[in-house]
């Protein structure tokens, strides 16, 4: 119990953060997948969260999409497109439609050991 509690108190943006680095190489997540994760949170403040990312920080923000399994267009095309690139260099493929299949390279989430070491409080889809 404590250690949720600790998880609690971390600013939304350090949780939100904490999830995104688990998504692994050649995968992704929707924004309301991470939301749902982290919990009191919203699609929009992940969204807003990947868009404060600092380029030194390791955060793997090019992996968190929407969820129709899309990138998300920014004001800024060519920062769409960095993401695009680099999700292909992870072997991530999209359609004609600019569309990934999420079945083939959407995450699962983490498991419920590590929702639990790190006080998350797991959503039933992720309990044993």
């Given amino acids: 119990m ?10 939304v943006y350090q949780r939100i953060y904490l999830v995104t680095r688990q998504i692994p190489v050649g995968r992704v997540a929707t924004y309301g997948q991470i939301a749902a994760i982290v919990g ?5 403040m992940v969204g807003y ?6 380029s030194n920080e390791d955060v793997p923000w090019q992996r968190v999409i929407n969820a129709a399994g899309k990138i998300s267009p920014r004001s800024d095309s060519a920062s769409t497109e960095r993401q695009r690139q680099l999700l ?4 991530v493929l999209f359609n004609t439609e600019g569309r990934t299949n999420l079945r083939c390279y959407g995450w699962q989430g983490p498991g419920v050991t590590w929702l639990l070491e790190h006080g998350f409080d797991p ?3 992720w309990r044993e």
């Avoid at 009191?40 to 929009?44: G, I, L, Q, Y």
């Avoid at 969260?49 to 600092?54: F, I, L, P, R």
């Fill in 2 to 11: 404590a250690q949720r509690q600790i998880s609690l108190t971390k600013p």
């Fill in 40 to 44: 009191n949170c919203t699609a929009r």
């Fill in 49 to 54: 969260a990947m868009a404060a990312v600092d």
């Fill in 88 to 91: 292909q260099q992870e072997g």
């Fill in 123 to 125: 959503a039933p889809q």
